[in-house]
T-cell receptor
């Protein structure tokens, strides 16, 4: 009964390169969330996706960042032309998210630590 | 607007001491949910508890207890007889009850707990 799987755990990129972060939700979960954690800070919401749909991307920077959750395969957070300020830990979470049953506990992966040189 | 404040940045205690981590929240929603997560040095976030706004009963789970007080908008977390393994960063989080905020978690900045032997 695997939990939320994120890979890679650590990712090093040079300025201007692309970063791809992957997240496989818990079995049976169809809702995925991405959060960013800067050093010494809490997690900040970025985007909420269901299969093939972006539900809420109000926390995503307007440029260079995109996310998808295809019908098959993991969710991907893509950062194009990375800059030093993108260095952070990126966490993925998944949930059942049934509002009628009030099931909104989010289970988190171990995160991807992105370092931009 | 939703907001969570964890005023204690870092707390150090000696093993077997009791310790309380404070969490104060702001929301205009009448229905909302409060959470605590633990982030050990390995980095992953571990779910501890979820509480909805209509349930003000305090909860105890082993050495952990939570005190939810709507009158002061607080959801404090107490560890009794702390152990070295409790050393971690603890995050309090809030989600709303409406369709927009139900799946969007707002995290406090975390409290780092150091338990010394």
């Amino acid at each position: 009964n695997a939990g939320v799987m994120q890979n890679p755990r650590h990712l090093v990129r040079r300025r201007g390169q692309e970063a791809r972060l992957r997240c496989s939700p818990m079995k049976g979960h169809s809702h995925v969330y991405w959060y960013r954690q800067l050093p010494e800070e809490g997690l900040k919401f970025m985007v909420y996706l269901q299969k093939e749909n972006i539900i809420d991307e109000s926390g995503m920077p307007k440029e260079r960042f995109s996310a998808e959750f295809p019908k098959e395969g993991p969710s991907i957070l893509r950062i194009q032309q990375v800059v030093r300020g993108d260095s952070a830990a990126y966490f993925c979470a998944s949930s059942l998210s049934d509002r009628e049953l009030a099931k909104n506990i989010q289970y988190f992966g171990a995160g991807t630590r992105l370092s931009v040189l | 607007a939703q907001k969570v404040t964890q005023a204690q940045t870092e707390i150090s205690v000696v093993e077997k001491e009791d310790v309380t981590l404070d969490c104060v929240y702001e929301t205009r929603d009448t229905t909302y949910y409060l959470f605590w997560y633990k982030q050990p040095p390995s980095g992953e976030l571990v779910f501890l508890i979820r509480r909805n706004s209509f349930d003000e009963q305090n909860e105890i789970s082993g050495r952990y207890s939570w005190n939810f007080q709507k009158s002061t908008s607080s959801f404090n977390f107490t560890i009794t007889a702390s152990q070295v393994v409790d050393s971690a960063v603890y995050f309090c989080a809030l989600s709303g009850g409406d369709l927009y905020n139900f799946n969007k978690f707002y995290f406090g900045s975390g409290t780092k707990l150091n338990v010394k032997p």
